[in-house]
């Protein structure tokens, strides 16, 4: 005898989500999801803005790193963008090939590869900070300086201390 299927329950009616800043996606919401919705909204808002400079959110990290620390390996990159590996090379490929940056072998680690701005890459670097320089000011609009730097303090202390101590 075929043995019977429980019923299943009955769909929920449509329900109309929150919008970003409204229920628990508002100040009643956890932090961290709170920290991650602003971080998607950021990320949507420097996507759009940095396509003006014809540059990617992820080759933006990558050549402002650069900048900041010539010369690092992709593995160094990798770190210090909290990316993977290999999303870091082929974010490489991709700004060598459209000669942003150069990669050399390191002069005593024969398999270590560093990389470097090109001209081009610094030219573009520049271009693209003035657009997400934008972001930023939106970001930033109506904060007082005191407000900012406590808001810079806390995300560094919950990158560093809070999570990590």
Do not use: C
């Not at 996606?25 to 396509?51: C, I, N, S």
């Not at 007082?144 to 101590?165: C, E, K, S």
């Amino acid at each position: 005898m075929p043995r019977k299927q429980p019923a299943r329950p009955a769909l929920a009616p449509r329900q109309t989500l929150p919008a970003a800043g409204q229920g628990k996606r508002g100040e009643a919401g956890h932090v961290a999801y709170l920290l991650r919705q602003a971080h998607g909204a950021v990320r949507a808002a420097l996507d759009t803005a940095l396509a003006e400079a014809g540059l990617t959110s992820p080759q933006f990290l990558v050549l402002n790193l650069l900048d900041a620390y010539p010369g690092i390996s992709g593995a160094q990159l990798a770190r210090l963008g909290q990316l993977t590996p290999q999303t870091i090379n082929l974010v490489v490929r991709r700004l060598e090939r459209d000669a942003l940056v150069a990669r050399d072998a390191h002069e005593t680690h024969g398999r270590v590869l560093r990389v470097a701005l090109t001209a081009a890459g610094r030219a573009r670097l520049k271009l693209g900070k003035r657009y997400a320089d934008l972001v930023e000011d939106r970001l930033l609009a109506g904060m007082d300086p005191q407000t900012a730097r406590h808001v810079r303090r806390w995300l560094v202390a919950v990158a560093t201390t809070q999570l990590t101590g």
